[in-house]
């Protein structure tokens, strides 16, 4: 039997521009059928796959929840080539996509 991965739906608060954790400990599906639901209240989402499953019970305040939902709002800020300087300073991340000018 082999044990289904699972996946964390974070989504992008459009006051702030940055991600906040929604749910996790959800199969594919259930990611998927939470995201639409969000998607339908204009919210945009992520589904990001998770290793492994999360003690927290509470996606909000579940501190490995934050650190993708924070990755991902940083991915979304270096990618968006705005000329606003950030918040946090500059990072030496390496993964983000190579913007095209």
Known sequence: MTQ???RVVVSLDPEVQSFRPSAH???ASQAVDYAQTLKLNGLDTKIVDQPKKHRTENAETCKQCK???D???EELHNSSGSEEPSEQGQGNATDGQDPTT
């Open 4 to 6: 289904e991965s699972l």
């Open 25 to 27: 400990n959800l199969t």
């Open 67 to 69: 650190k993708i939902a």
């Open 71 to 73: 990755s991902l709002t």
